[in-house]
């Protein structure tokens, strides 16, 4: 375990990964740690990867992670929910990771087109920028329409068909948001 205090939760995602490499379960940071890669630097307390597995095998990774000493707790979502199910790691000392299964509307390829970024002497696997602002619309909190609109500004290179393809994949509500903040 790296983490050694409070707020480390990127360390505990570095040893997340491990089990997750180790199983081949493809990956991809999201949330505040991908915002940060896009041009939008905000406090989080937690760290955030949607993965490949479907909700049902989550038992397994689950417990491979507490044998490992870690906590998790595995919450499916609702019917209605676009999240299938959310694997919670947390340590001693409060650091938390959530692992996002069977999100609706991700595109299959969003594992292939993640990029690796240096983190503490080795590569973590990012959400592309194109998937990372389809994923913000399709969310459509206040931050989350906040973050897209901030790396959306700071892109020097997007792929807007790309971009249209995987909104429209989430429906029609996170196209027409992507129509209310594209130039």
Known sequence: MRAIRSGESALLLLDVVEVLERNSVAYAVIGAMAAAIYGVVRASMDADAVISL????????????????????????EPDDPIGAVLVISDTHGNRVDLLAGLRGLDGGAFTRAIEVPFQERGLRFIGREDFIAM????????????ARYA???AEILDFGLLRRLTAGFGPDTVAALEKLSP
């Open 152 to 154: 959306l500004a700071a």
């Open 136 to 147: 913000k619309l399709f969310a459509h909190g206040p931050q989350d329409l906040s973050d």
């Open 54 to 77: 479907p909700p049902h095998q989550l038992g397994d990774v689950s417990r491979e992670y507490r044998a490992a000493g870690f906590r998790t707790e595995l919450r499916d979502g």
